[in-house]
């Protein structure tokens, strides 16, 4: 994490906005607004990438095959749920990879099938 983070003040200082804190036991996140002191009962988190789907906001779906045996969430819209997979590399996951619809959390690929199904929801 603290290599990450100097990566990006490398790269820009205004990627300090996307780090976030949060105390032990704490409910919410806090942005962190300076070079944190990295204290070992903090969790500290780097906010991900988001791509647009329909004009909302979700996490970035990874882009690289990840480790044989990783879990993962694929988007699946036939269920409205995300399903719970372990990666093998077979034809299928590299498939749902390039289509973007592999993604590290299951909040995550949530929020992608929320946005995917938007348009076809009743009002």
């Given at each position: 994490?603290?290599?990450?983070?100097?990566?990006?003040?490398?790269?820009?200082?205004?990627?300090?906005?996307?780090?976030?804190?949060?105390?032990?036991?704490?409910?919410?996140?806090?942005?962190?607004?300076?070079?944190?002191?990295?204290?070992?009962?903090?969790?500290?988190?780097r906010e991900p990438e988001t791509i647009t789907?329909?004009?909302?906001?979700?996490?970035?779906?990874?882009?690289?095959?990840?480790?044989?045996?990783?879990?993962?969430?694929?988007?699946?819209?036939?269920?409205?749920?995300?399903?719970?997979?372990?990666?093998?590399?077979?034809?299928?996951?590299?498939?749902?990879?390039?289509?973007?619809?592999?993604?590290?959390?299951?909040?995550?690929?949530?929020?992608?099938?929320?946005?995917?199904?938007?348009?076809?929801?009743?009002?």
């Amino acid at each position: 994490m603290i290599k990450q983070f100097a990566e990006d003040m490398a790269i820009d200082k205004e990627l300090i906005s996307k780090w976030k804190y949060r105390i032990p036991k704490g409910v919410y996140f806090t942005n962190v607004n300076y070079a944190p002191s990295w204290i070992e009962d903090y969790e500290y988190r780097r906010e991900p990438e988001t791509i647009t789907v329909n004009g909302v906001e979700v996490p970035e779906p990874c882009r690289e095959p990840l480790e044989r045996g990783d879990l993962y969430w694929a988007v699946a819209l036939i269920r409205c749920k995300p399903l719970r997979e372990r990666w093998h590399g077979n034809t299928l996951e590299h498939e749902r990879l390039s289509l973007g619809l592999i993604h590290l959390t299951e909040e995550a690929a949530q929020a992608h099938i929320d946005a995917l199904l938007l348009p076809s929801k009743k009002k």
